[in-house]
């Protein structure tokens, strides 16, 4: 049984969801972002969220220039680039597709939940998230996805939670995974973009190895890296100051882990651990895999998740 809810609206528009556990405060004008994760116990903030105002509005800008940060969702593909096939051949998907950039509705708002949507601006769909607490250290997102055309409508969804991770933090990955595909990495030190790399233990261009579970802020890696096919829905990240963030799902549902690692800070890295429908980050590269999620016509999907913090 959760204690002490409360959902409060903040000045700007925000809402935060408190059950003394938990503190999550999500802005629906931006993109449906979740802009802070506070472990009320030791009053961490866990999303990492960059100093100055968040750059609005953002639909359509440069891929290096998206204002990354916080818990984003990315729909109805990750990269920049023109839809494959269909009616929608050659239509452009902005980078970190639309709903990142799109303000959503509100829905319903309860004492320890809230629902919120977005419809496509280039496509006709809908996306609906409802969070909620389900244990004292648990956050539950459920989504459900609409197709309103009248076309099977392919897409790749991306949970982006971006984890602060000082020094000493480790990724932990399910037992049994060997190898990761490579999306892009840093000046290509782990190989070439779409190539397989050895998990956990990897070698790199140079010789080198390198322990990808380790997260070492400020030696300059950024990597992308992809779980293709899961038989569990787990992954961690484990902080050296005792919390451990875990998020659980259905792997038969969602089949696909995203990596994001970022060490180009010095102090604490940026890591994103990110349960997907589909992969790469380029719709046109997953639909030549067969790689992508589908949304039947006038049809809708529903998958969830769940965020647990815990403290060793």
Known sequence: MVGDRKTETGPGGEIILDNGTLAVTVNPARGGRLTSLVHRASGLELLWRHEGPEDWPRYGVP????????????????????????PWGGVHNPA????FALPWQIGAVESDSVSLSVHGLRFPYQLERELSFIAP??????????????????FIWSAHPLFTAPAGARIELPDGITEVLIDSSENGRLGDAYGTIAWPIARLTTGAELDLRQVVPGTNMANKLYVPAVTEGRCSLIRADGLTLSLSWDAEIIPSLGIWVDTRCAGEARIALEPCLGYPDLLAAAADWGRHAMLPAFGELRWEMALSVTRA
Do not use: K, S
Not at 96 to 99: A, P, T, Y
């Open 63 to 86: 891929e290096a220039e998206a204002d990354v940060q916080g818990w984003d969702e990315c729909c109805p593909a990750i990269g920049p680039g023109p839809f494959p096939a269909g």
């Open 96 to 99: 970190q597709g639309e709903v």
């Open 137 to 154: 250290g648990t956050l539950g997102l459920r989504y459900r996805m609409v197709n309103h055309g009248a076309h099977p409508f392919p």
